[in-house]
């Protein structure tokens, strides 16, 4: 199509993966809308997946909400409302259970897609306007793991501390558990890179992925066993002499705690563990233990664990010992996974945190951000409940009743999904703000449409801790209103008339403030200064300060200065197979599709490339069972079961099934999903648990 020769295109961001890359809209004559390339932003370099390209289909009025819809009875049809009815009914529910039963009986629930000023101010409505403890968001089930691990390794958590682009010029990258060909496709480059410079590539998967295809060494352990293969690794480069006394000595502490509790994990315990052979472990040591410069990156298989802290935790010590780590070209990472999964988590809308990643148990953060908001310290709530928590006592006595849910579809993403949909259910009130009528905004009482990210400006962080920013391309539909205004109309029915402003640059200047002198200090990064420089890398405390793009090379931001080690050791999963479940399930993304696919699924490009759910099975296991390629299949849990095709293929580990998790209904895989939490992060363990398997026989899933 052809763009208007009266419009210039707008330069803004995909509003998927946390690459957040740079594109052009170009609003056509018909109401339509061009995605142009645009190369000189340095994280895609112009590059786009299919999910990227085919995002403007989301804007089209026969695929979205365009106006607010109301249940009037429990269990009866939605209807079209106005927006003053809707919110008069939201303010009245909302109150109602605030009076009756609590503010805490009044909950929040986010989402990684928010920009910085939505989740700002979501956090802020929270407790200043509903005064409730109970505000989390579903980027706790992105890397909340990694989180951890990163803060209590290096006093601060930020995904990469690094930019993408130090990735080509290191000696030896490990990737554990991410399969960046399908999740974020134009990242791959770096990896392609990589290895045309002559580093060489790792890749840790019970898959034999896209992403796998294109390392040097797969190391394919069973689901559960990356904490293992982690100490497993350290173990032999402290038998082999790789260590690096000097680094050790002089920037870190912990040491010799770790080093005990590695030597506890000799190869062949560990190969009995893992199912890796113990000559792989020892190549694997080589290339990394080897190189002058090396990095481990995390994503989601080795951190959605109910151990993920300790595990991220035990990939961390291999890049201590080796000292790899607060050096160019070397360190841990975490690929986050959600658009704004970063910036999500530092400004206020998880349970334990204030805006600038400040704890919200630190009596100086809450004073600090208690003057920007202009109320007292002490009416600033503690810290709630983590994400499913929340979600787990929905209706229940002492749980939340009324909830306000904005930007996510726990229907489908969270774990024991039919269990959490009963407790949407059971709730008093539910009020969901989307963009499209998902799995999750079918239950509520209250449905409001908002605006996208084409219709709106607002700030989002990519992985690497660079903040940009996203502009208007075009109006949104008449009957559609950003959270913003939303939260500022809710707020002046619930009494509070100030301080929660609906254009996104004057959220932004509060936001600054409010971050300033915390860990994530945004107080030197504008909208004008974003737009001028491709972005700016947090910490940036003052417009002078020219960012940091690097983290740790002098020191690491701990009180001391030193990176810590984690004296950690393997332990079984939530769940291990067993006579009545014996194989593993685990879960994940595929290429044309992103998280619960309530945007997605409505994209008929994206539908066509993957049409619906499948299980994933090695041959040896389907002849075993009688199962054939195409067939139905049945998958069966302690908390439910999903139907769908069969996929067999020799990628996987036989005592392995894999499921994509983007789709509702009968082939939903998180209705298999255990919900058990790490002890630290508080993450439940989506990407493994204990399952059989069997022929469906005429079952379908849709």
């Known amino acids: 199509m052809t763009p208007t020769a009266a419009v210039a295109a707008t330069d803004t961001h995909c509003p998927y993966c946390s690459l957040q890359c740079g594109m052009r809209l170009a609003p056509g004559v018909d109401g339509s809308v061009e995605v142009l390339e645009r190369p000189d932003f340095p994280v895609n370099r112009g590059a786009l997946c299919g999910k990227g390209r085919s995002a403007p289909a989301l804007l089209a009025r026969d695929v979205r909400l365009t106006g607010p819809l109301l249940r009037d009875r429990p269990g009866g049809p939605l209807r079209s409302a106005g927006w003053p009815e809707a919110l008069d009914r939201v303010a009245a529910g909302l109150a109602r259970t605030r009076a009756e039963h609590g503010p805490d009986a009044v909950g929040v629930f986010g989402g990684g897609g928010l920009t910085n000023?939505?989740?700002?101010?979501?956090?802020?409505?929270?407790?200043?306007?509903?005064?409730?403890?109970?505000?989390?968001?579903?980027?706790?089930?992105?890397?909340?793991?990694?989180?951890?691990?990163?803060?209590?390794?290096?006093?601060?958590?930020?995904?990469?501390?690094?930019p993408l682009a130090d990735i080509p010029h290191t000696g030896c990258l490990i990737l554990v558990g991410g399969n960046p060909a399908e999740t974020m496709p134009p990242a791959v480059r770096y990896l392609r890179e990589l290895r045309e410079n002559g580093g060489r590539l790792i890749v840790v998967d019970p898959r034999r992925t896209r992403t796998a295809e294109l390392a040097d060494l797969h190391l394919q352990p069973r689901p559960g066993g990356d904490l293992?293969?982690?100490?497993?690794?350290?173990?032999?480069?402290?038998?082999?002499?790789?260590?690096?006394?000097?680094?050790?000595?002089?920037?870190?502490?912990?040491?010799?705690?770790?080093?005990?509790?590695?030597?506890?994990?000799?190869?062949?315990?560990?190969?009995?563990?893992?199912?890796?052979?113990?000559?792989?472990?020892?190549?694997?040591?080589?290339?990394?233990?080897?190189?002058?410069?090396?990095?481990?990156?995390?994503?989601?298989?080795p951190e959605q664990q109910s151990k993920g802290t300790d595990t991220v935790g035990a990939w961390i010590d291999l890049c201590l010992a080796t000292g790899k780590a607060g050096r160019p070209y070397s360190g841990y990472g975490c690929l986050t996974g959600q658009g704004n999964g970063q910036g999500g988590r530092e400004?206020?809308?998880?349970?334990?945190?204030?805006?600038?990643?400040?704890?919200?148990?630190?009596?100086?953060?809450?004073?600090?951000?208690?003057?920007?908001?202009?109320?007292?310290?002490?009416?600033?709530?503690?810290?709630?409940?983590?994400?499913?928590?929340?979600?787990?006592?929905?209706?229940?006595?002492?749980?939340?009743?009324?909830?306000?849910?904005?930007?996510?579809?726990?229907?489908?993403?969270?774990?024991?999904?039919?269990?959490?949909?009963?407790?949407?259910?059971?709730?008093?009130?539910?009020?969901?703000?989307?963009?499209?009528?998902?799995?999750?905004?079918?239950?509520?009482?209250?449905?409001?449409?908002?605006?996208?990210?084409?219709?709106?400006?607002?700030?989002?962080?990519?992985?690497?801790?660079?903040?940009?920013?996203?502009?208007?391309?075009?109006?949104?539909?008449?009957?559609?209103?950003?959270?913003?205004?939303?939260?500022?109309?809710?707020?002046?029915?619930?009494?509070?008339?100030?301080?929660?402003p609906v254009e996104a640059e004057q959220a932004f200047e509060e936001l600054r403030r409010a971050s300033a002198g915390g860990d994530a200090d945004y107080a030197g990064i504008g909208y004008d200064r974003i737009a001028a420089e491709d972005g700016v890398f947090w910490p940036c405390p003052t417009p002078d300060h020219p960012g940091t793009p690097r983290l740790f090379l002098d020191r690491f931001a701990t009180p001391d200065g030193r990176a810590r080690f984690a004296a950690v050791t393997h332990r079984p999963a939530g769940e291990e197979p067993d006579e009545a479940y014996p194989l593993y399930l685990t879960t994940g993304r595929v290429l044309a599709q992103y998280q619960s696919g309530a945007q997605t699924r409505r994209v008929a490009e994206l539908n066509a490339a993957a049409p619906?759910?499948?299980?994933?099975?090695?041959?040896?296991?389907?002849?075993?069972?009688?199962?054939?390629?195409?067939?139905?299949?049945?998958?069966?849990?302690?908390?439910?079961?999903?139907?769908?095709?069969?996929?067999?293929?020799?990628?996987i580990r036989p005592d392995t099934v894999f499921m994509p998790f983007h789709w509702a209904g009968a082939g939903r895989a998180n209705s298999l999903t255990n919900p058990a939490l790490d002890p630290v992060s508080r993450m439940p363990e989506f990407k493994l648990c204990a399952v059989r398997v069997e022929r469906a026989h005429q079952e379908v899933a849709p």
């Not at 790789?242 to 560990?270: C, N, Q």
């Open 347 to 500: 400004h206020g809308q998880k349970a334990d945190q204030l805006p600038g990643y400040r704890s919200i148990e630190d009596p100086a953060a809450r004073e600090h951000v208690a003057a920007v908001w202009g109320v007292p310290a002490e009416s600033i709530p503690g810290p709630g409940m983590s994400a499913y928590e929340l979600l787990d006592g929905l209706g229940r006595p002492g749980g939340v009743r009324a909830l306000l849910l904005a930007g996510s579809n726990p229907a489908v993403s969270a774990p024991n999904a039919g269990h959490v949909t009963e407790r949407l259910r059971a709730l008093d009130l539910l009020v969901v703000a989307d963009l499209v009528l998902s799995e999750t905004a079918r239950l509520a009482d209250v449905v409001l449409p908002v605006t996208q990210w084409a219709e709106e400006d607002g700030t989002t962080t990519n992985l690497e801790g660079r903040v940009i920013l996203r502009r208007r391309a075009l109006d949104p539909p008449e009957g559609v209103r950003s959270e913003l205004w939303v939260m500022r109309e809710l707020a002046s029915r619930l009494g509070v008339s100030t301080g929660f």
């Open 612 to 651: 619906g759910p499948y299980v994933e099975l090695h041959p040896r296991l389907a002849e075993r069972l009688g199962i054939a390629d195409g067939e139905p299949v049945a998958v069966t849990s302690r908390r439910g079961r999903a139907v769908a095709p069969a996929r067999v293929t020799g990628a």
């Open 117 to 162: 000023e939505k989740a700002y101010l979501l956090g802020k409505f929270a407790r200043v306007v509903l005064g409730t403890a109970n505000i989390d968001y579903n980027g706790r089930f992105c890397m909340s793991s990694a989180a951890a691990a990163h803060r209590r390794a290096f006093g601060l958590d930020r995904g990469l501390p690094f």
């Open 228 to 301: 293992a293969l982690a100490l497993g690794l350290l173990h032999l480069v402290i038998a082999e002499g790789l260590v690096d006394r000097e680094f050790i000595a002089r920037r870190t502490s912990g040491y010799e705690a770790a080093r005990e509790a590695a030597m506890a994990h000799w190869p062949d315990r560990v190969e009995r563990i893992t199912g890796v052979p113990a000559h792989r472990l020892r190549e694997a040591v080589g290339m990394f233990g080897g190189a002058a410069t090396g990095m481990v990156l995390t994503a989601r298989g």
